[in-house]
């Protein structure tokens, strides 16, 4: 840049409008005070404002008048403006992780977001949008908007072939409707699913535990009547009846220890132990306990712990209720004469120890196995309870495991026996004593 070109643009950033309007005041200023103010002094602000204007007028001065309204003609483009903002908005829906879609008033989807293409299909766009949400209510709420030019249609529960419900809310879009817009109806897809599951195992939670809760109760109910009663002067009845609500109330004991046990489980849920457990002594004890309830039906125990599986980290409480809880249920439902295998083992390739109990029972049909853990659940109601069974014996491993952060995986075999498996972080010092 020349030295004369620098000079210009130094007189272009000092003759500027504000610059212009102080002198003319100082000038003012000055001939007032001085009495001046007659046609010479006139005359000499004319002409020394005349000259400034000029200069400004001639140097590209920034924010001149100008330049202000080119740039008003660049912003008033209209495909411009209105190209952007639609890519802006189209990229903010898209990024919203909750479905979408944009609805004309020929019922026809004219934008669906990313969720919205997922959970519907990805050729929405451009297809009527009774195809897709097949519900009256949903149908009803879109017309509402357009027929009887409604701002806010409510709120419709709407549950897809995969079992996903959504509380969709279908609304007036804002600035639709005006002579140069048409009207378009918004349907937000919010889901619920895992809300509704969640509420639904409550309910089926607080009806199983009132049924298995009332079974026993009604028995007792009913031996006390009968004591009071016909059998007020039966010895034999009265000790017969008396050793059956000892059962019974033993029963409920145990349901009701099982719930406080489930529940405080459930509460340390986040809280992922940090105790090392010798697993080793752990198995031969728990082995040789769960061998005297399976002593009655010939049921032996073989523990084989690897030299590098004997510790690992894990709340020492709560992992051996695990293992008593499935090495008694492999003792009572075992065939009679059997052996129960104990083992565990370092996994390969992980930092983990593998820990199994093995029967040689009836084994479980693949319809159950899914079922195994849900709270309650019983493949034969009748023998469980005979045998003392809450119901809620592999519910309470399973929770117990996820806070080890652990699966309980079963693989069964109909008349071979059934495995079950799951793994724990080993301790560094696995060869510790």
Known sequence: ?????????????????????????????????????????????????????????????????????????????????????????????????????????????????????????????????????????????????????????????????????????????????????????????????????????????????????????????????????????????????????????ERMVRLIDDLLSLSKIEMSRHEPPESEVNLATMITSIAATAAVVGKERDITFDTNIAADAKRVIADPDQLTQVLINLSVNAAKYADPGTTVFICASKSKGHDKINISIRDEGPGILKEHLARLTERFYRIDDARSRKMGGTGLGLAIVKHILLRHDSLLNVESQVGKGTTFSFMLKASKNFNSE
């Open 1 to 249: 840049m020349s030295k004369s070109e620098q000079s210009t643009m130094r007189l272009q950033d000092f003759f500027t409008p504000r610059f212009i309007i102080t002198v003319l005041f100082v000038l003012l200023a000055l001939f007032w005070s001085l009495s001046l103010i007659n046609v010479l002094a006139a005359g000499v602000i004319f002409t020394v404002t005349s000259f400034l204007l000029l200069k400004s007028k001639s140097s590209t001065i920034p924010g001149h008048p100008d330049e202000f309204v080119e740039d008003q003609k660049q912003f008033a483009r209209p495909g411009r403006q209105r190209g952007g903002i639609k890519s802006v908005r189209a990229k903010t829906l898209h990024a919203v992780p909750l479905p979408i879609l944009i609805v004309s008033e020929d019922h026809r989807i004219s934008f669906a977001n990313h969720a919205a293409e997922e959970l519907l299909g990805e050729d929405v766009v451009g297809n009527d949008v009774s195809f897709y949400l097949r519900q009256a209510q949903l149908v009803e709420a879109i017309r509402k908007i357009f027929i009887d030019s409604k701002k806010f249609a409510g709120v419709i529960r709407f549950t897809n072939s995969q079992k996903r419900s959504f509380d969709v809310t279908i609304s007036r879009v804002s600035g639709t409707g005006s002579n140069d817009v048409p009207t378009q109806a918004m349907a937000f897809f919010y889901e619920v699913t895992s809300m509704l599951q969640t509420e639904q195992m409550r309910v089926d939670f607080v009806a199983n535990a009132s049924h298995e809760l009332r079974t026993p109760l009604s028995s007792i109910i009913g031996f006390i009547e009968t004591l009071q009663g016909p059998a007020k002067d039966d010895l034999p009845a009265q000790e017969r009846f008396l050793g059956i609500m000892q059962t019974e109330t």
